[in-house]
Each structure stands twice: as structure tokens, then as C-alpha cells.
């Protein structure tokens, strides 16, 4: 049994005409379709949804001939139906599905005599033809090549090995303010225990991997439910996130510095502006989200800005602490992707599916990085429009990525941990889209960055003799003197 994706390319009667795309399934050892749209042959569409073409007798004679016909799905087999609609002279069959697209199987030695192509197609997206073409549509089908590579993942490289090296320096920047305000060896550490109570311990690490994987469950089952809470939540983080990002850049803005008072308290004027405007970009998120034309832009700048907040907030207080939380997460992101398909009545991953939207659902998490993928194909159609990379592939390693950074300013090391990291992660990233470019499937991210990350971190700090100060963490930062 063999089951690809295809396109219905689909025109209306309107000059100039009205088209539009939409997915098939086929099985391709039943016929062959042509790879382009100029080899393909047009057919007018008669809309018979109102029968499932169990019986000749459904239809009156010669309504089909030289047509593509749409049937209901119903309880007869595939080529049964095939078989009908060609003995009354129909040049394609489309059989409309209420659920999901599937496989087409069925035994084709009982039926060698059709050669009519037959394909699967959504019931809804029959609906929407009519609506957006009219009653008149000519139809084709057309199956066009895999690409090779997709280019979208070139700007996903980039939005993350920016995002990453950017949220790590930014957390180096604070540490270094905040050594140089402290003076005293006192006050440094009141400081220093005071932060603490915002660090990531070996035991809140393994309470945060538990709580994500009890989330991730409970969006998996109570999904349609969840999504608008986590909608809601992106919201809010993402536009205080954003502040907080443009907030470090107010010095840049030479206007706006006068202030206003209330209730015995002083802001400048700039920065009421500056949240309105974050505020403002997360509202109009949540109105357009479904709008794939450019929403996506704003929906990675927020992430970007969440991404960079949480690796500058959050501190790893020692190399430890990032060990127990980069491995346990990529435990998760393996288990989660490739294990739970054994688990799942459907043998899909938990993982992918949370992440394109379960069981069809329109609403999708925003808790990814979406770039349109920039190579048209049938996958991109049926499947994904978007390349995706979720929060976490960036969050997880630039927190470790951060606290190289924040140990090269304490120590004075000329950034060689924080660059080694970064570039670490970059060759990561590559070697997931190479990977996935060999494999057609979503792989873990992690199982690749978070390797390739820790490693390198390890060998520069046993190179340079300095693993038991890296390990700890903490013992090195008392020692410091602006």
C-alpha cells in the first residue's frame, strides 16, 4: 500500500479566473500524476456529495461523462466506486472525506481494469470551492517534487543563532552591571543570595521537566481547551517581554525623557509609549493570528523577544544545574517525539501533533518560530505551510549559552566559553536540518543542540583547567574585583 500527497489545482469560470489549491491523497501505484500543472489536463467538476456512489443507480446516465466527479466517501470500497464512475464515463473520481485524509488501499487485482485516477479530499474543502469558485470549476491533479532543501530553514538558522548569541551577551551585559554597582564583599553577597531565589536548582530543574510534561499531556487530551489559555499567556509575556527588551534600548531615544508623577512615584513619558506599543503588538497578534499572510512576522518578533527575556532573567547558577536540565529536556523531546508513537491509538507523536494542532484543530500554539516555507510542494500544502522551531530549542541552550557568558565575564576569559557555545549551537542547528532533510520527518532538536552545546562547553573548560570552578558556579563569583 502506497499513499502520497497531491494537489487539486482548482479554476473557476470568472475571467480572469479565480484559483485556488487544495490536498489530495492518492495511491501511486494505481496511477501516476503529473509532476507539473502544465502537463496536467483540466476537467469540469460535477459536485455529487449529495450521493456515495455505492450503486450506478445513484447517478443518472451521462451526467458524468468526460467529468471529474466529488462522492461522498460512504461504506463501498475505493475501486468500487472508481469502478462505477468510469463505467459511466467519468475521467477522475474524488471522494470527499468529513475526517481526516488517509492512506487509499484497497485490492487492486479485483479491479485491474480501472485506470481513472482517484483521490481523497476533505469534505470541507469541497464547501469552501463552491464558495470562494462558484458552481463552475474545472479541476486538475498534480503531484509536484519534493524539494530537495528547504530555504526557510536558512532564516530559521538565523533567527535562532541570533536570538541565542544576543540573549547570552545580554545576560553577560546585567552581570557585569551588577558586579560593578555592588562594591562591597557584604553587600555582594546579600546580592548574590537575594538572586539566587530566581535560579534554576538541580531540584526546581526536575519539578520545570515535570511540570512540561504533564502540560504537554494535558494539551494533548484537552487541547481545544488549553490552546486559548496558552494564547492568553503568550500575550502577556510576550508584550512584558518585548517592553523589557526595547526597555534596554530607551537610552537610544533622545526624546520622551520628561516624567510624569503619580502616587508619590516617577516614570517618563517614553516608557508609557513603549507599553502601550508592546501591548498594542500583542493584542493585534491575538486578532490576526490566523492570518498566515504576515502574522507570522509579529508572532516571531514577540517570540524573539520572549526567547531573549527568559535567557537573560532566568540564571543557571552552575554548569551542573545545566547538565541535569539540557539532559532531562532532551530525554523529554525524544520520548515525546519518538517514543509516543508506539503509545498513541493513531501512532502519531504527542509531541508534533500538540505542536501542528491535534486532531485538525485551526488553532495552533504559539510557541514557536514559523517561517513560510519558501519551496511550494504538496507537503507544504497537506502538511505544514511553515518551518517551525519551538521556544524551547532556543531557550534550553541559550540559558547554557547565558551562564558561558556570564562565567567568562566573572572570570575574565575573553568571552572563549560564550563564543564556543554559540558556534556550538549554530553546527547543532545544522546538523537537525541535515537531518531532517534526510529523514522527511520533525526531529527533536534538542538531540542534536543539546550534545553538541555541552560537549564543547566541558572541553574548553577542561582545556583551560578550569572544570571545578565551571562545575560549581558559584564558589569563583566572590572572588571578583571591579
Known sequence: VAA????????????????????????SNWVSLPKTLDNATFRPLENLTSTVLCSSSEVPAGLMKDKAVVVMRGNCTFLEKASIAQNLGAKMLLIASKSRLSAISDNKTDFEDVTL?????????????????????????????????????????LIAVFTVALGGYWSGVAE?????????PEERETRRKKEENVTFTPVTVILFVIICCVMLV??????KWLVYVI??????????????????????????????????????VRLIFLAVFCIAAAVVWAVFRNEDRWAWILQDILGVAFCL???KTLKMPNFKSCVILLGLLLL???????????????????????????????????VVIRVPRLEYSASTLCDLPFSLLGFGDIIVPGLLVAYCRRFDVQTRSSSV?????TIAYAVGMVLTFVVLALMKMGQPALLYLVPCTLITSSLVAWRRKEMKKFWKGSSYQVGWMP
Open 231 to 268: 494564547i492568553s499567556v503568550f500575550c502577556l509575556a510576550s508584550a512584558m517581554s518585548l517592553y523589557n527588551c526595547l526597555a534596554a534600548l530607551k537610552g537610544e531615544i533622545p526624546f520622551g525623557q520628561c516624567r510624569i508623577t503619580c502616587s508619590n512615584k516617577t516614570i517618563e
Open 332 to 366: 523529554y523531546d525524544v520520548f515525546f517525539v519518538f517514543i509516543t508513537p508506539f503509545i498513541t491509538k493513531n501512532g502519531a507523536s504527542i509531541m508534533v501533533e500538540v505542536a501542528a494542532g491535534p486532531f485538525g484543530n485551526s488553532e495552533k500554539l504559539p
Open 176 to 184: 557585569l552591571e551588577n558586579l560593578k554597582a555592588v562594591a562591597s
Open 4 to 27: 502520497d500527497e497531491g494537489i487539486l489545482h482548482a479554476s473557476g469560470s470568472g475571467v480572469p479566473p479565480v484559483t485556488k489549491d487544495y490536498c489530495i491523497t492518492y495511491n
Open 309 to 311: 527575556n527568559f535567557i
Open 218 to 223: 494535558l494539551l494533548y487530551f484537552f487541547y
Open 117 to 157: 485516477p482517484v483521490a481523497l479530499i476533505r469534505y470541507s474543502d469541497i464547501v469552501d470551492m463552491q464558495l470562494v469558485l462558484g458552481n463552475e470549476v474545472n479541476v486538475t491533479l498534480y503531484s509536484p517534487p519534493l524539494p530537495e532543501f528547504d530555504y526557510s530553514m536558512v532564516v530559521i538558522f
Open 417 to 421: 566559553y560564550y563564543i564556543s557555545c
